[in-house]
């Protein structure tokens, strides 16, 4: 890498020239798989199902599919329960099937990118089974977190920490001979036991599991809770702050019309809050510890040993965004979900400040600054955009949730928001149905809930369900062509026939044809690869910058704002008389 410096009207400050690995500017669309396409008809998407559609992921104009796992799992937590990390698990198909995939996928020019759960693996596994029945201090139980409890026998957890899905992180065990043994710790459901990753053999383990995917030929991988591995040492007690301690912020994206935001030439210095500031919350003891980067310096290596780029993806919900750089520095991943522009309001001075800070913490790092709305854990964003009520992320919205959004409002916005996103330099995540405008499912009934969130809080949140449903192909299908048997894991909502992908192909305006026609422009103009500088004069709520020959426009407010000549590229919601309406994109070649 050499040093470089930047246009003072350039927001980031890089000084590390950075390569030109692929994944770099990619947009990388995530199937989680239990969702997209079921070939059996059982009800549950399988990789067939995936190989069979992905032509339309190809048209759509994607880089990469990243698959939510599909390994062998007793399915506890979707598949974030692993019990064989080098097989596929028979309900989503076969290696011989996964073959098939990967190779189709490169014959149309998508990369694959796959799951890896190393934080902690299912109960099922053959490690654990093993620990459990091998004595207390043994080699085998040294692969997890095993403590003695507290007390005069015991009966008390090793510590106070919260599980991510509610109740304790400890679980006791049972001896051999019935007698109530140690504990082991789970940040997640109890049948996810946390793997002891201060042991080597466990690293060595998953050295080898990372070439096994690697050789059949993985362009990389998402790498499940990157900032949970290592735990402070003590394991001492920890209370966390009212709300949003889960797996990151609070989920609440209402607009604010405080009139007090900076005006666009304050807006680099005086900036709206992100989430945690002013001062971020002290980090949990089992989040974002220093030891976790020598892990990642390892996989590294790995992934170094073979050719064509292979790409690691952190899920590192830390907070703030120059914690969370410190996961792709040069000799570690390569890029990690922006989960703090996920969560940002849906306001003008908000963006801008997560933007210019995002492009400056990565950037700081060498690495490509990364976007992201939805994904398989928090409310879909054409609802989430126009919620009224806070949501913490991970709990969902259900029929009984306070300020349920505006549907009508919460795909304008999220289609706004869209187009604002594909317009930035760096690389993207979209999540499954998102091109369709899919909203969150808010109308599930109570005993088709599958998510252990709503279970380990006994109802009190809904978790993550509603964004899970399986996702419409054609509207007069049975099941909306996700199979031929109209079964479906999670039932599909009654109204859902005008997002299936046949209502929308070709047709002019649809949210479809909108990701369609964003995502060759983006790549005809650069805009990946490009960088941004702020365009002033627009008025405090729009967010106006310019991306190589293109400028963008989103106004925010709710005064329309005249626009400049110039040919319209692209444009989130019909432009009639030269302006700019409300909650709306517009990219203009310059
Ligand atoms: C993060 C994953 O995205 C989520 O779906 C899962 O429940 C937890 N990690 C536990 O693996």
Redesign the pocket.
């Known amino acids: 890498m050499t040093l470089e410096s930047t246009p003072d009207s350039v927001v980031s400050e890089t000084t590390i020239v950075p390569g030109d690995e692929w994944w770099r500017s990619a947009v990388i669309y995530q199937i989680y798989p239990r969702s997209f396409a079921d070939s059996t008809g059982d009800g549950v998407g399988d990789l067939p199902g995936i190989t069979k559609r992905l032509p339309a992921l190809a048209q759509l104009g994607v880089d990469a599919i990243w698959l939510s796992p599909f390994f062998r799992s007793p399915q506890k937590?979707?598949g974030?329960d692993v019990s064989d990390y080098t097989d596929v698990d028979p309900l989503f198909g076969t290696l011989d099937d996964f073959d098939r995939l990967l190779e189709t996928a490169h014959s149309l020019g998508l990369r694959v990118i796959a799951d890896m759960?190393p934080?902690?693996t299912s109960d099922q596994h053959r490690w654990f089974q093993e620990a459990l029945a091998a004595p207390e201090g043994s080699p085998e139980r040294d692969r997890y977190m095993f403590r003695d409890g507290k007390g005069p026998n015991g009966d008390l957890p090793p510590n106070n920490w919260e599980s991510v899905f509610g109740g304790s992180m400890w679980d006791r065990v049972t001896n051999p001979d019935g007698t109530p043994g140690q504990w082991y710790l789970h940040i997640?459901d109890k049948s996810?036991p946390d793997l002891n990753w201060e042991n080597p053999w466990v690293r060595e383990q998953f050295f080898g599991i990372l070439r096994f995917w690697l050789d059949r030929g993985v362009d990389g991988f998402r790498v499940?809770?990157a900032h949970g591995m290592i735990k402070k040492a003590g394991l001492p007690d920890y209370t966390p702050p009212a709300e949003g301690a889960s797996?990151g912020g609070t989920g609440t994206s209402a607009v604010d019309e405080d009139d007090s935001v900076p005006s666009i030439a304050e807006a680099d210095t005086v900036l709206a809050p992100l989430i945690g500031d002013p001062e971020p919350a002290p980090e949990p003891p089992y989040w974002g510890q220093e030891g976790v980067h020598d892990i990642w310096r390892g996989w590294h290596e790995v992934l170094a040993e073979y050719e064509g780029d292979r790409v690691l993806c952190a899920?590192a919900w830390v907070d703030p965004l120059e914690k969370v750089a410190l996961w792709v520095r040069p000799d570690e991943m390569s890029q990690a979900f922006n989960f703090a522009y996920m969560f940002t309001d849906w306001k003008a001075s908000a963006l801008k400040r997560v933007i210019t800070e995002s492009i400056d913490a990565f950037g700081g790092v060498g690495a490509p600054a990364t976007w992201v709305l939805s994904n398989?854990?928090v409310v879909r964003h054409a609802s989430r955009l126009a919620l009224t009520a806070d949501s913490p992320q991970g709990a969902g919205i259900g029929p009984l949730s306070p300020g349920k959004p505006d549907p009508v409002l919460g795909l304008r916005r999220a289609r706004a928001a869209t187009s604002l996103m594909l317009a930035l330099p760096g690389s993207a995540y979209l999540y499954q149905g998102e091109e369709l405008g899919l909203p969150e499912d808010m109308e599930l009934p109570d005993d088709a809930r599958q998510d252990p969130t709503w279970f380990r809080t006994n109802g009190e949140k809904y978790g993550r369900d509603g964004c899970r449903v399986p996702i419409p192909w054609e509207s007069d299908k049975p099941a909306y062509g996700f199979n031929a048997s109209g079964k479906s894991w999670l039932p599909q909502p009654k109204d859902w026939a005008p997002f299936a992908r046949d209502a929308q192909e070709g047709i002019p305006g649809s949210t479809l044809s909108l990701y369609t026609d964003a995502l060759r422009l983006r790549r005809e103009h650069g805009l990946g690869t490009g960088a941004l500088s702020w365009e002033p004069g627009y008025g405090k709520k729009v967010v106006a910058f310019r991306n190589g020959d293109v400028l963008v426009l989103t106004n925010l407010g709710k005064v329309a704002v005249e626009l400049p000549v110039g040919d319209i590229l692209l444009s989130s919601e019909e432009i009639t008389g030269g302006a700019l309406p409300t909650d709306t994109t517009v990219w203009i070649q310059l």
Do not use: K, L, P, R
């Open positions: 937590d979707a974030y759960v934080n902690h997640f996810q499940d809770v797996m899920e398989h854990d």
